[in-house]
């Protein structure tokens, strides 16, 4: 019996998923309806992630009661809210935090060139006229703060200088 051993048919162990989408790609096949941030495919209106894999998942959802009331919830409102993802609204500077490290880092510069020791900026009239006169003045430290962070940048640009200026 075992001449006429039977074969099973080979089984189909294919799964019914893209291998090679990006969320990106549903982006541009669905339109404004979705967005992406981060590598993960968020629908626009919902705020909630998507699988960017399978295809029927992104369909089932858009034809779902809740984002059907979502939806019609956020055309009333006419602003559009993306949900970013951590790492992404880590990354972003603003001006104002670039601004701010440079306002200090000259005010460490200050100091140091005219030979004022960095305890005088916790001085109450110190603070006071910073506040009043210098933009994000302010926002600078107290003198603990500025030794620890911003000094050994000062000290390094100085090395820097004088290194250069003696060849």
């Known amino acids: ?10 089984s189909r162990n294919r799964s019914k998923t893209a291998l090679y989408v990006t969320p990106q790609d549903r982006v541009t096949e669905f339109g404004s309806e979705l967005h992406e941030d981060g590598g993960k495919l968020f629908c626009t209106s919902c705020n909630v992630v998507l699988n960017h894999v399978r295809k029927s998942a992104i369909n089932d959802h ?7 009331k979502r939806k019609a ?6 602003v559009r809210k993306k949900q970013r993802t951590l790492t992404a609204s880590l990354q972003c500077n603003s001006a104002g935090q670039t601004e701010k490290s440079s306002v200090i880092q000259d005010f460490v510069k200050m100091c140091l060139e005219a030979n004022i020791p960095l305890e005088k900026a916790d001085h109450p009239s110190v603070r006071a006229f910073l506040s009043r006169y210098v933009k994000n003045g302010s926002s600078i430290p107290k003198s603990e703060q500025l030794r620890k962070a911003y000094l050994p ?5 100085e090395n820097q200088l004088i290194n250069t200026e003696d060849r």
């Open 62 to 68: 858009l034809k779902s009661k809740t984002h059907t």
């Open 73 to 78: 919830e956020f055309e009333e409102q006419n």
């Open 153 to 157: 940048d000062g000290y390094d640009n």
């Open 1 to 10: 019996m075992e001449r006429f051993g039977v074969k099973s048919a080979p």
